[in-house]
């Protein structure tokens, strides 16, 4: 073997290696039996594993950030389905302008997001912290809500509605009869890709914070600053594990990264 | 209603925007008649096949079916089928359930509905593909899905797009025997919209040949094939020596020439490449290129009329290139034209 050809095995190598482990740092601490987050591990147990059970904030944090997640994903397709339909069927005035500014969020960084929505619609309009927080990650969610749908929707012909309108259906009963059931596969990941982005969301919820109200990784940061026990690490595994296994079997049952 | 007008468009103007696609066309078909609209791209044969779907709205005129103005009537209440060039089926339900969509929107259910699906299924050859899923059908197979998921249905009006054309050469008489056979069991009422004129020769009992969204000629097929009545259709149909006529004299690049007193009433004629004389006649010509087509020969000819066209039987001695011929225009087999634009 020659220097050359080693050379990208081994970079492959190293840039693994820098993706993948300081996760599986994280993951070895969790199982660590030490009092304090460290690497390598002392020793092995799952009281840490358990401990992330038994603390109060967590679980209602938990609560919170799977209500966002469900609830704000649904709440960017019950929205973005029909702008999707508008913005792939029609010649609208205009099209790549609203494309454009509900992908914004996607591109403006969500420290921004986060202070305008505190600054600008949180305190002006006295908003309670959680609807403040459905909104935003309603609004965050929404961009692949449209991007993943409308890619579904580009995939399909359009004159199968025709068609089902020449045997009897109305427009809107060609919608739910012949479009829905042909973009349920990009709805589902649509409603995953969301769920998983909602779920990791930090930047925006930091600023939509109050008493009691907070996202599970917000509260996460928030723990970290007061307790520096490998609690912390074990919840974050459990998490990545929740994401990667929720990616898992949406790949497998819905061909996930078609749509994607 | 008479019989002659099951079907009529009266004036009906129809536009996209401010464009309009079609103007003050008038047309009456016949119940059971298989008609054909023939044009090139965007002649309007669409729009207006669309428009009879009730799938584009009506700018101004009125069409009637059955006896019925149905110039406002919703698309879904027409009782008009349509088999869509691209087929349409619905990509997530099987071959039976395309078939049942439009008769379970009618309420049908149970036996009656089985009944209904199989005999549609099986008069199309498709028993046996019940269960597949469109994706699994060839394009022929597919086509005649669309075509009994609109005939079961019973529609006053079936409305073909294009429907020969996406098939291969073998499945295309395949699928003209097919909805001839269709027409004749059903005795449905059958427009067809092409832009292919041996497709609407071989198949309509009547042709529309239409041209920026008006009417050019209405005829049988013979009618549109052997008796042009305008430049455009003869040119469409395969005229393609066409000449204008001034006081029954003959417009050439090579002036006015007297054709001694034949057609001096029409305003141009046509001849087929087939009808022009080599070898004898009082004009003189130079072979610029020449083709061989089988049985026949192509020679274009640079003459002082301008371009001609001629075809010979292929076993006549074959003329080179650059050699000088004389030829004539016979004017008793010329098609008359009474319009030349």
Redesign the interface.
Known sequence: MTARSLFIPITLLLVIAFLIGPFLIIVAASFSAGETLAFPPQGFSLRWIAKVFTVESFRASFGMSLFLAIGGTAAALVLGIPASYALSRYKLPGAEIVRTIVSAPIIVPGIIVGLALLRYIVVPFQVGITLALFLAHTALVLPYAVRVVSASLDN??S??E?????????RL?AFF??VM??IRGGIMSAFILGFVTSFNQVPVSLFLSGPGVRTLPVDMIAYMEIVFDPSVAALSSLLAFLSIGIVFIAERFLGFSRYV | MSDASYLSLEKLTLAYGDSVAVANLDLDIRKGELIALLGPSGCGKTTTMRAI???LAVKSGHVRLDGADITRMP??K?A???M?Q?Y?????LSVYENVA??LK??GMRGTELETKVQSGLKSVGLSTFANRKPAELSGGQQQRVALA??MV?EPKVLLLDEPLSNLDARLRLEMRTELQRVQKETGVTMIFVTHDQAEALALADRIVVMKSGKIEQIGSPEDIYNRPTSSFVADFVGFENIFPLENGKMKTSAGLIDLSGKAPSAAGLAWRPRMVTLGTGPFQGTVRGTSFAGDAREYLLDTALGPIKAEVEASQPPHALGAGLTFDLPAEKAAPLSRFV
């Open positions: 399909l012909r004159d199968i025709e068609a089902a309108v020449l045997l009897g259906s109305s009963g009869r012949v059931p042909n | 779907a009730g799938l698309a879904n027409r008009v089928g349509l869509f691209s349409a089926l619905f990509p997530h969509f439009g929107l009618k998921r609109s249905m």
